[in-house]
């Protein structure tokens, strides 16, 4: 069964840090690329970040970049978000999101796998 827990979601002050994780289990053949999308009330899904798995290859939203690094654990199906600096608008549900094949976009539509996702609340 194919399986992605996201974790480490929580409640921080804006100016402050968050890493989220996710586990990946079940994917027998592999995956291109795993990354984050996230969901904020009232708006549009967005790819907040991306990882290719064979060449470890990075994408970063506008809004994120410079303040998101993302990492991966290719032994252990194990994906990093690390996001500083936040901002209340980044209060989001985020979710873990798998691309077999490589060939979509970092977006909600170019995965085939999405986790249920973890709250991530920045106070002002």
């Known amino acids: 069964e194919v399986q992605l827990q996201a974790s480490g979601g929580g409640l921080v002050q804006a100016g402050g840090s968050l890493r989220l994780s996710c586990a990946a289990s079940?994917?027998?053949?592999?995956?291109?690329?795993i990354g984050w999308l996230r969901q904020a009330p009232g708006k549009e899904r967005e790819g907040v970040s991306c990882?290719?798995?064979?060449?470890?290859?990075?994408y970063y939203s506008g809004s994120v970049k410079g303040r998101a690094t993302i990492s991966s654990d290719n032994a252990n199906n194990t994906v990093y978000l690390l996001m500083d600096s936040l901002k209340p608008e980044d209060t989001a549900v985020y979710y873990c999101?798998?691309?077999?094949?490589?060939?979509?976009?970092?977006?909600?539509?170019?995965?085939?796998?999405w986790g249920k996702g973890t709250q991530v609340t920045v106070s002002s």
């Open positions: 999101a798998v691309d077999l094949l490589g060939r979509g976009a970092c977006d909600w539509y170019g995965m085939d796998y």
């Open positions: 079940g994917f027998t053949s592999g995956y291109s690329r």
């Open positions: 990882i290719n798995s064979s060449d470890g290859k990075t």
